[in-house]
């Protein structure tokens, strides 16, 4: 009988270890947040990437019907935004500025404190 009673503590001790760390392995809603840009109405915009996703561009984007949305990057020396398809992780290496073809780039930023923004001029251009 006493051996009964400590097989079931041990049981119920295991399961609350297995729902702990579940709970503490369950991740959160939002991991990282990507600046895209929407080719087809120039906007740039923070996107929300969902936790434990190898995420495969172009993304939809808010501001206009299918996916349109690529990271977006801006070129250091003639300051064009452009965005960059890409299948998997970045390689940032090989993109080069579609406007100068200067390889000084870094990924455009967005006002601080805004969400979205337009981009002027002409259309946003996709590396492919
Ligand atoms: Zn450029």
């Not at 349109?68 to 003639?78: F, H, R, S, V």
């Not at 601080?112 to 002027?120: H, I, K, L, R, T």
Request: hydrophobic letters at 40%; glycine letters at 6%; one cysteine or more.
């Amino acid at each position: 009988m006493k051996k009964k009673g400590m097989i079931v503590l041990l049981i119920v001790l295991i399961v609350a270890a297995m729902f702990l760390v579940r709970k503490q392995t369950r991740p959160v809603q939002y991991v990282r947040e990507r600046v895209l840009v929407d080719t087809q109405e120039n906007k740039l915009f923070i996107f929300k990437i969902p936790a434990g996703q190898i995420f495969e561009y172009p993304a939809e984007s808010p501001f206009s019907e299918g996916k349109n949305a690529y990271p977006a990057y801006e070129c250091m020396d003639c300051g064009a935004i452009f965005g960059v398809s890409e299948t998997t992780l970045p390689a940032d290496t090989d993109i080069k500025c579609p406007v100068c073809g200067s390889v000084m780039l870094s990924s455009a930023i967005l006002p601080e404190g805004q969400e979205s923004a337009d981009v002027p001029g002409e259309p946003v251009k996709v590396v492919k």
